[in-house]
């Protein structure tokens, strides 16, 4: 009797306290913003309206979020659920072996969305926009994918609710991360490396010579929408309402700072189209001050957006299938590099960002290949936690954080958001590991 009701009390409790740890409404970053975000607009082209094209193949769940300016917006019981069922919250650690090899006064959190079953925090903005899907009746998804990422995380939330899904993938990662590909199979999911021969834009782009990127796989997937009404088209970065699901991640961070009684003095992401940057620093936007509490940006150096781009227009596609939009872009021809970091390889961003960055609330830092994955590596040494290669962006951000910190010899407590897990991108760690060192942080080391 006694041994039961042990057995039973004590779970009934901590699901309680697991409950409420979870947030129950997503923030809406977009009336903290310091002016309204720009809208999407058509080129003047003379050609069909790609804005009316978007609504007619998009969700209308992310329709009206996109056009949301409540602060909170209550996330539906179903998908808390599955938030829960599937590691929220995501657990806040303490980097304490890297601070004591960095021998810095400042403390390092992790916020460890890594930990979830594919491996990066997109599966809290696929369970959403799969849950959507199934409650508006459509029968299918289809989507672009960078490293892999949000297509695996696509398929994964697909199979929860059984809708069929289409996944265009930059050729460029589908080589380099077969193992991706195959997990996305196993779950259901249909692959198509891009520029692929399945869509015009794909056979257009292939003529041209274009090297895929998640832009070529945007002008894909839009295009595979508008030609088959099962599927609607959905997005896993740069849109509002995508950065409104993203926004559990600073939702949660910011409880856990707080029952930990720490305030943060930096808050780090990587960014490609922004997602995890913004759902993670959004909720402490109200609070933010200049030079009181930091945003850094780690962007790829060889996709330098927000330190080397233009504030423009410009189309997320390199053939202009989709609308235009107002943020840091390299402009849609920009040729991007072969390299191991898919998930920030694209040429324009999101127009939240951009407004961020431009108001000098972000600020960016481009990191290269090489200086990332060195990041990585000592991360991995130190803390046992193998990164992806975007997130390697902010470990190396905070790694040098830490270090000016013991240069100043000031105390701060730095927190950086841990996108998501490296053990299919070991290829790319791999090849760094051939190419010269830079001995870079350890020189930052041996100066202390
Ligand atoms: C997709 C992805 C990113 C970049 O996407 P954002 O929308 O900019 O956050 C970063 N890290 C990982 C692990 C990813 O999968």
């Excluded at 720009?38 to 193949?57: E, N, Q, T, Y």
């Excluded at 609710?161 to 996944?167: A, C, D, E, F, S």
């Excluded at 720490?262 to 780090?268: S, V, Y």
């Excluded at 481009?366 to 975007?390: D, T």
């Amino acid at each position: 009797m006694n041994d039961s009701n042990e057995g039973i009390i004590p779970s009934i409790h901590n699901r309680s306290i697991h409950n409420r740890s979870i947030p129950d409404r997503w923030f809406n970053v977009a009336p903290h913003l310091p002016e309204p975000i720009p809208p999407a607009k058509d080129p003047d082209d003379g050609g069909p309206s790609r804005v009316a094209l978007m609504s007619r193949i998009r969700l209308k769940a992310a329709l009206n979020q996109d056009a949301s300016r409540e602060t909170w917006i209550p996330i539906p019981g179903p998908i808390q659920e599955h938030y829960e069922q599937f590691g929220r919250p995501t657990p806040l650690t303490r980097a304490r072996k890297l601070e004591a090899y960095l021998g810095t006064p400042a403390k390092i959190f992790v916020k460890r969305e890594d930990l979830l079953p594919t491996g990066s925090f997109k599966l809290n903005s696929s369970i959403a926009q799969a849950w959507f899907a199934s409650s508006e009746g459509a029968p299918g998804l289809v989507t672009e994918t960078g490293a892999g990422q949000w297509g695996h995380a696509v398929a994964f939330a697909s199979r929860l609710y059984g809708l069929k899904n289409v996944i265009f993938w930059a050729n460029v990662s589908a080589r380099q991360k077969k193992e991706r590909g195959t997990l996305i199979k196993l779950l259901g999911g249909t692959v198509h490396p891009s520029p692929s021969l399945e869509t015009s834009t794909g056979r257009m782009m292939a003529d041209q010579g274009v090297v895929g990127s998640l832009g070529s796989a945007i002008g894909e997937a839009i295009t595979f929408a508008s030609t088959n009404s099962d599927y609607k088209y959905i997005s896993g970065s740069n849109h509002l309402h995508v950065i409104q699901h993203q926004s559990i991640i600073g939702l949660e961070t910011k409880r856990q700072l707080e029952t930990m009684g720490e305030r943060p003095d930096k808050l780090i992401a990587c960014v490609g189209g922004g997602s995890n940057l913004a759902g993670f620093m959004g909720p402490f936007l109200p609070e933010w001050k200049r030079d009181a509490l930091r945003f850094i940006a780690a962007e790829a150096a060889t996709a330098p957006r927000l330190t080397k781009g233009e504030w423009r227009y410009d189309h997320a596609d390199p053939i202009g299938i989709s609308p235009l939009s107002l943020s840091y872009t390299l402009g849609r021809n920009y040729q991007l590099p072969e390299t191991h970091i898919g998930g920030l390889r694209q040429h324009n961003g999101s127009p939240v960002v951009g407004l961020l960055r431009r108001h000098g609330i972000i600020e960016p830092r481009a990191y290269s290949e090489q200086e990332v994955f060195e990041a990585g590596r000592l991360f991995l040494q130190q803390e046992g936690i193998l990164a992806a290669p975007e997130s390697c962006h902010a470990v190396r951000a905070a790694i040098d954080c830490a270090v000016e910190a013991r240069q100043m010899k000031r105390p701060e407590t730095i927190v950086f958001c841990l996108s998501g897990n490296g053990l299919l991108d070991l290829g790319g760690y791999a090849a760094s590991e051939e190419a010269p060192q830079s001995a870079e942080i350890e020189y930052a080391i041996a100066t202390r």
